[in-house]
C-alpha cells in the first residue's frame, strides 16, 4: 500500500498565497522496527505517535520547509528572498518482506535519513547494506561527485533512535526487538495474516526515547531542519555557492553538534527564518537565482532529475563515518533523539 500524508500543521496551507516551489526527496530507512515512522511523524507533526503500526511498502509524509537566502543585487544593496519547498519523507519498511520490491522507491532521491536502534548494535551495523543497498538500485537527484558508504551518492543523516533502552547497552536487550524477532518467527511459520498486528507498543518500557523527546523538546528538529535546507541549497541554489560549501570543512567540525561549525550564512539565515515557515510575509519574490536556469517540477511527480556539476567537495551532514556506520559502538555523533 502506498499513501501521501500532508502534514497538517502546514500542508494545507499556501504562505504567502504561493505554493511551495519545489521539493526534494528523502528516503527514511533502516531495519524493521527501529522507529523510522515514530521518527518521521515527529519530524511531521513535532509529537509523538502512540502506537505506529507497521509501515507496509512506504509511507510519504510531506513538510513544508522555508529556504531563504540573502542576494546581493550589483548596486550593493542587498535583499532578502525565501521560499517554501515540500521535503517529500519516503519512510520505507525495514521488514525483509519487502526486500525485493521497495527499490521501487528508490527513485530520484536527494538524501537518506538512516534510523537504527541505539538498543540493538546490529541494526547500526546494517545501514551499510541500507546504503549499498540504495546506491545499486536508485536514481538520485542532484547526485554528489564521489559516492559515501555503499557508494551511496548523496548527502546522508544518521539518527540513533531508543536511547532510554539504550543506556544499559548490553545488559538490557530491546523488548521492541524481541517482539520483532518473535514475529518474524511467527510469520516464517504461516501464523501471522497480513494484518501484522502484534502489540508492540506495549511491549515497551514505560518512557520511549522518541516520546520522552518529543516532550522534553529533546529532538534536534534544527539539525534535521538544517539538513533539508541543505538538500534545497543543492537542488535548487548550487550556483549560489561561489566556494567549497561551509560543510566542506575539517572533519573534526563534523558533527551534528556542533552549531559552530555553522557560522555560514545559512546559520544566520535560520535564525532569521522561522523553522514552521511561519512569519513568512514578503509578496511576490523575484526568481531564486538557480531557478532562472531551472524550472522546478510544477507537481510532485513525476521529480525530474537534474544534474548538478559537483565541483566542491561536500560534506555529509552525518557524523558517523563509513567505518562507524558499519561499527557497533555507538557515537555521540548520532543525532539521538
Ligand atoms: N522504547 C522506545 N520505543 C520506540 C522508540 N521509537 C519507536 N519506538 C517503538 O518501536 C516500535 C517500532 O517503531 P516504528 O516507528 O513503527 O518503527 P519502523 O522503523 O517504522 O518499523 P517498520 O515500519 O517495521 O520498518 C513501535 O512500537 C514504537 O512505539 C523509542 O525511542 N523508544
Not at 86 to 94: I, K, N, P, Q
Not at 193 to 210: I, K, Q, T, V
Not at 225 to 233: E, H, S
Amino acid at each position: 500500500m502506498f499513501w501521501w500524508e500532508r502534514e497538517k500543521e502546514t500542508g494545507s496551507r499556501e504562505h504567502n498565497g504561493s505554493p511551495p516551489c519545489g521539493q526534494v526527496r528523502v528516503l527514511v530507512v533502516g531495519d524493521a522496527g527501529v522507529g523510522k515512522t515514530s521518527l518521521v511523524h515527529l519530524i511531521l507533526k513535532g509529537s509523538s505517535i502512540a502506537r505506529p503500526s507497521q509501515t507496509v511498502g512506504c509511507t510519504v509524509g510531506v513538510k513544508h520547509v522555508s529556504y531563504g537566502s540573502v542576494s546581493s543585487s550589483s548596486n550593493s544593496i542587498k535583499s532578502d528572498t525565501h521560499r517554501d519547498f515540500f521535503v517529500e519523507l519516503w519512510d520505507t519498511s525495514g521488514h525483509e518482506r519487502y526486500k525485493d520490491c521497495r527499490s521501487l522507491f528508490y527513485s530520484q532521491i536527494n538524501g537518506v535519513i538512516f534510523v537504527h536502534d541505539l538498543s540493538q548494535r546490529r541494526t547500526k551495523a546494517n545501514l551499510h547494506k541500507w546504503a549499498a543497498e540504495i546506491a545499486a538500485n536508485g536514481t538520485f537527484s542532484a547526485p554528489l561527485g564521489s559516492g559515501g558508504p555503499g557508494g551511496l551518492p548523496v548527502p546522508y543523516l544518521v539518527i540513533g533512535n531508543k536511547t532510554d533502552i539504550s543506556a544499559k547497552e548490553g545488559t538490557r536487550v530491546s523488548s521492541g526487538n524481541l517482539v520483532d524477532v518473535a514475529r518474524q518467527w511467527v510469520e516464517k511459520q504461516g501464523l501471522l495474516p497480513s494484518s501484522e498486528e502484534l502489540p508492540l507498543a506495549e511491549s515497551f518500557p514505560g518512557s520511549s526515547g522518541l516520546l520522552a523527546a518529543a516532550k522534553e523538546a529533546r529532538f534536534d528538529k534544527e539539525a534535521v531542519i538544517k539538513f533539508f535546507r541543505m538538500l534545497i541549497r543543492r537542488r535548487y541554489f548550487s550556483d549560489e555557492l561561489p566556494g567549497p560549501s561551509p560543510w566542506s570543512i575539517s572533519p573534526l567540525q563534523n558533527s551534528l553538534h556542533l552549531t559552530s561549525e555553522n557560522s555560514s550564512d545559512e546559520n544566520q539565515l535560520h535564525r532569521r527564518l522561522s523553522l514552521s515557515g511561519e512569519g513568512y510575509k514578503s509578496s511576490v519574490l523575484p526568481p531564486l537565482p538557480a531557478q532562472l536556469n531551472l524550472a522546478p517540477p510544477p507537481t510532485l511527480y513525476p521529480q525530474q532529475p537534474m544534474s548538478v556539476p559537483e565541483s566542491y567537495s561536500f560534506h555529509r551532514f552525518s557524523t558517523s563515518g563509513l567505518s562507524e556506520m558499519g561499527s557497533t559502538k555507538s557515537s555521540r555523533a548520532d543525532i539521538n533523539v
